[in-house]
């Protein structure tokens, strides 16, 4: 009998925080990896060195600007070059900023909209072609906030309910080869820097959620693998790792 084919997945936005959990979790179940990163080399180059010393040649880094759209048949382009096939991709790289209503502007809703939904759409349209050949999947990222806004976000709260739109009608255009979903995070990590009215705000958002702790990183990866590996019965769903937030109100 010969050997099943490695799967590859390309990953956006792997350097750090949730990409990088979803990289790491992926490479250990078995996947090669097309990680993508901005600008976060000493991250990415770590993240590579970690997974080349677990599985040698398993990796292929891709540097990249998602919200150029010219780049995009690019990495897929790249990641057949290198592996031959591609059989998952996780939207995961994403902008994320205030926009209180009076203040915003048509640059803001440029910026996040271009990386929170043009580009995925826009790399799934790329990536369509090979992840039919190879009866693959997609999964989005998405947050709870797509179904749960929060105030003075708006344009990223839209952003990320047109990436859920496209998640269900993507699962439509690219069945029954391709699976599509999401996983729209909770309360996983939060932001950089936070101040005493942030730190008011995760307690609040803390004492609403039911199992009233944060979820983890591996927790949210996990969702991913097996949204790609395991879910070969669904498609065009939010599968929501939120310890019941959204559920609360």
Known sequence: MADRPVPVALVTGSAHRLGNAIARRLHAAGYDLALHYRSERPELAALVADLEAARPRSTLALQAELTDIACLPQLVAQTIARFGRLDALVNNASSYFATPLGAATADD?????????????????????????????????????????????????????????????????????????????????????????????????????????????????????????????????????????????
Not at 134 to 160: E, Q, S, W
Not at 189 to 210: E, K, N, V
Not at 222 to 248: C, M
Request: hydrophobic share 50%.
């Open 109 to 249: 809703w440029d910026r996040l909209f271009a990386s929170n939904a043009r580009a995925p759409f826009f790399l799934i349209q790329a990536a369509a072609p090979h992840l039919r050949a190879a009866r693959g999947a997609v999964v989005n990222m998405t947050d709870i906030y797509a179904h749960h806004p929060r105030p003075d976000h708006a344009l990223y709260c839209m952003a990320k309910a047109a990436l859920e739109a496209a998640t269900r009608s993507l699962a439509l255009d690219l069945a029954p080869e391709v699976r599509v979903n999401s996983v729209a995070p909770g309360a996983i990590l939060w932001g950089d820097g936070a101040g005493d009215d942030d730190a008011l705000r995760q307690q609040s958002m803390l004492a609403r959620t039911p199992l009233a702790r944060t979820g983890t990183p591996d927790e949210v990866a996990g969702a991913v693998l097996w949204l790609l590996r395991d879910a070969t019965y669904l498609t065009g769903e939010s599968l929501r790792v939120d310890g019941g937030r959204l559920v609360a109100g």
